[in-house]
């Protein structure tokens, strides 16, 4: 029991560390356990699920830093990039894959130096860190990912990104040839990654762990099989 303890307060260290939103957090859990508490998980689930939030840069102890190897930036704005240059590495409009951009932010950090002329994202103010957010978002909308929030509520707009994130993903896999013109979300989830049921094909409604778990699936499934054509800028 005192395992299991210490397993599920690293769970909620990690997203804390993280800044991870509830539904980002939910989204992980779904992906890796099938749940979307840290409470209904195994122990075994417990361990993938840390091993996840590894991934993402998640650290349970001090490390000595060695020379050349500086801490991820922490602030709010920071993680909000990092985010969205996962889901653009999903979406192919970067060369950086998924597992890359979950890892580590070495791409990241050189994109925004370009950008800011900022040598480390960490000192970035807060004008140089708007700034940085709208390049990504320009990236996301040359690439088919509707970044507009006109209309939608502020409780909703991570959710909404989200499917829109799923639907700029399933129109290149539409472009590529890899998911027939008239495949829905629910039905490119399911024939080519395996995700729910041929009844998910009428779906019109999913949660954001849901969704979540198809943008990972689908875009390494583009990010695989859809050739140079993936990276490809496709507008709506």
Partial sequence: MAARRVLIAKVHIAKAQLGLDPDTYEGVLMRVAGVTSAKDCSDQQLRLV????????????????????????????????????????????????????????????????RQLGCDRLQWADQVQADRLIEALKAIAE???????????????????????????????????????ADWTLGGAAFRLCGIGSAKDATRLMWTSAEVEQMAAALGRHLRAH????????VQP
């Fill in 50 to 113: 840390v091993e996840d939030f590894t991934r993402r840069g998640f650290t349970s102890k001090a490390k000595a830093k060695r020379p050349g190897q500086p801490r991820r930036a922490d602030h709010a704005v920071a993680g909000k990039a990092r985010a969205l240059w996962i889901s653009l590495s999903l979406l192919c409009a970067l060369d950086t894959p998924p597992e890359a951009a979950i890892a580590n932010d070495k791409a990241l950090e050189a994109f925004a130096k």
């Fill in 142 to 180: 040359r690439h088919g990912w509707d970044q507009s929030t006109k209309g939608v509520a502020k409780a909703h707009y991570i959710h909404v990104l989200k499917v829109r994130l799923c639907d700029a993903i399933l129109a290149k896999l539409k472009h590529t040839g890899i998911a027939h």
């Fill in 226 to 233: 859809g050739g140079p054509g993936a990276f490809l800028a």
